[in-house]
């Protein structure tokens, strides 16, 4: 190996062992640089004569050129290396399960208020929707509940800014005003400019009405925010045998149970007289013959009648009120009222 040869060889070996671009940089600075070895030779040229001059200048124009392709062989490796370092870094597995988009589902007292909707529809009932915020009249004195009522204290509520000092608005604490509300709306359209109690005609008032409520109130089967759903009918020849008809046929289509068995249960409320809460009992499964309260109902009451703008001696019918969360409870086994409202997606996506 002659001299050129082993330069050569030995700035092949330094740029194979640079390890990266900045080691390399250096490599070939000692080789091709101002004072590198191979600028040395090149400048040694001068001391020659003409033919030696140029067979040792085209000799060492080649080792250079050597030296050059050695310097890119590496440069390019060592950004091949860079780069597959890189997308190593970066890489994908093609493989792996994508990532599903979650298909949204309604809340379970959702799908239940849904149902409650459908099988009333079945039954010639209109779906009525209210305020939340109510005032002192239709959530209390319209039904029957004045000021002085011992009733309204079962009835804590949240009171908020409007209505008067002595009446402040509030939160609804039952949908029972939505009977008025309904009502009063449904005359008038029927009324024409007649004042006084109305006698009609009329259709009747066939309606449903939930929707949120609120009380003062929270442990595992009561939360402060929670869900009614009143019914009301309204007619000239409408009885309590007709209210015992429509709850029942009600609750044993809800629950897809045929010997499901209901019992009237006298009791009272301001705004119905009779008044009845209704239990409800299940012949099979773990609930199997304990008597469970679904609702409250009754004849409605001729001074809210009066205050629907109707003749009592003409109208009357029945209403009842009823839990949806309750319902929701006891069709699919739910022991914590609370798991309703929590938004825990693993308690929520049983019900997809
Ligand atoms: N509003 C009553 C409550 O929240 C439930 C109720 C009872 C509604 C009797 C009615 C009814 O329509 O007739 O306790």
Redesign the pocket.
Known sequence: MNELDEVVHKASVEFVQALTPADLENAKARYLGKSGVMTDLMRGLAALGPEDKKSRGAQINKAKQAIEAALNDRRQALADLELQTQLQAEALDVTLPGRQRGVGGLHPVSLTLERIEALFSTMGFDVADGPEIETDWFNFTA?NTPADHPARS??DTFYVEGGSAEAPNLLR????PM?IRHAVQHVKRYCGDESGLFKGPMPEIRVIAPGR?YRVDSDATHSPMFH?C???WIGQDVSFKDLKYVFTDFCRTFFESDDLVLRFRPSF?P??EP?AEIDIQFQQGPLAGKWLEV????Q?HPNVIRNMGLDPEIFVG?????GPDRLTMLRYGVNDLRLFFDGDLRFLSQFQ
Do not use: R
């Not at 029945?318 to 009823?322: E, I, L, P, T």
């Open positions: 039904l079962m009835h604490t039952h949908t029972s009977q409520t009614q009143e019914g009301l409320f705004f119905t008044s609702a409250g109902s009754g409605v029945f209403a009842f009120g009823m």
